[in-house]
């Protein structure tokens, strides 16, 4: 007999109960009746509602099957409740599905959200399997042919990032055998895997990934290679691949798509097909790709350094340790916090650093502002670091205020380390010069200071342990138990005029920035950095009051931080 189910993983029992199914004839007698309506069973995932199209898969053994769902804990019913989630088929096409849910009175199918979602059995078995929903694989869904075009028809994809909507948690971030669903407890769950990954190191991380972390694996590679172009191709595809609306299940979706091109398209391919991209597989295993990606992990160390080492012989921190001369002060600062410095900072300690951030600005110059800016502005529950912007209502007040606050938390004991530059804005000679040039795209010219934080070490009320003190770098070794952690801080002061650019410009994302700035070049022939907007054609500087007004002059629509996570 062709059994159309795999069932080989299946523990025993299911085994034989399958084998013993009946499957549908050619000629079916007379419909078996299914499960009596009025048998109760548990229903342990009341988020998920089955359907089993009865098509092909013949009424008794979807009544059996209903019954070993039910068994379960899932919720089985019929094909025109709106209540289903997961419509389960064995041996039609995707198209011939939507006809038999219409001839059923299931007018409405929402292609881009994937509700209900329409699976071939391989779902359904593997959840029995399980004993749950098993997370949907895109191998798991049918193909549609009118739902192709819906999504197309529905998404344009704007080609500029700053034109789209992006959310932290998105419908592409899944690892690919981890598929996404569309039921409630979605953001939850993604919230939580997000989380896990950026707790775990690297080296645990499964070989299955996402198609977003495929590519900027490849983006990253390009970038410690010096090849800015490709790492760029490589990041915008991600990028796009963020702000859908759905999930990519076939290669063929990505061909009305912008910024996608034949090398992202093939590893995205490769994700989609195997769970995972062989070639990532190869830089992800790559001596200088893991050197790279270890040394470019220490404060202080760009892609040019980390090169030099590798090109020298160097491998490891332990090399580093032993050519402890060729370290500025500020990668030595950076080696010797490498585990805190790389273990993501919660949001609860960016608050607590607000905190004494805040104290530390109102009692050097009250009625300034301090902001939360970067990543944590943008909604993400982790960082790298914790970024803020501080001005003051009364322009020119706020000059000289940061080393004033440098210096109240350094005597608080708040600093493992600080390096503090000055403003330069204001000796541009030729300031349109500047603001037309890529260099003030790049770099702005705040004054600002990057630091490293003593968290624990933190003074007054938001000290954790009575009598809390600054560790003594020359006393303390990676690895002692302690009470406190290293959290890298970037302070930047602007000016109360620019304040609405320096807003815009710090909350990111980078692929937003960038974005941003060439919209504003290629389109609108303007020029936008962190301390204005210039009007190249016409020659002037525009003002804007709020990071609403910037959008506006720029004939964008306003988007929320939390929607620029590009
Ligand atoms: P994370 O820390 O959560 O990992 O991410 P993030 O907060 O988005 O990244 P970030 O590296 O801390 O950068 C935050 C934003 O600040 C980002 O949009 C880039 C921007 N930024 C710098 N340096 C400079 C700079 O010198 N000039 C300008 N204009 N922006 C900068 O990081
Ligand atoms: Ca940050
Ligand atoms: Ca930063």
Redesign the pocket.
Known sequence: MNHPVQILDWPCSIKLAMMQLPVKKKHPRRQEPGPPASLEFCVHFPEVVLCLVEKRMGASRKAFLTTLARQRGFCVEDANSERVTHVVSEGNSGDEVVEWLKKKGRHYIDAVADCPALLNISWFTESMSAERPVPIEPRHYLLVTAHAEELEAKCQVAPYACQRRTLLLHSNQALVNKGTECHPGFHHFYLTLLLCLEKQPDTHKKSRRSMEDALQTMAEEAHFNGSEARSLAFSRAASVLKSLPWTVKRVQELHSLPCIGEHSRRIVQEVLEDGASAEVERVQHSERYQAMKLFTKIFGVGVKTASRWYQEGLRTLADLQVHHAKLSKEQQVGLLHYDDLNTPVERSEAEAIGQVVREAVEQCLPGASVTL????R?G?PT???V?FLVTHPTEGQEVGLLSKVISWLDKQGCLLYYSSHRNTFLDLEDLELWSSSSSASM??RFERCFSIFCLGCLPGALQRGAGAQKPSTATWSPGASRSWKAVRV?LVVSPYSQFPFALL??????NF?RDLRRFSKHEKKMAL??HTLYHVEQKIFLTAASEEEIFQLLGLEYIPPEERNA
Not at 373 to 376: D, E, I, P, V, Y
């Open positions: 800016t970067g990543g944590f943008r993400k960082g790298h670091d970024d770099m702005d970037d410009g710090w909350t990111g994302s980078r920035e950095n962190s």
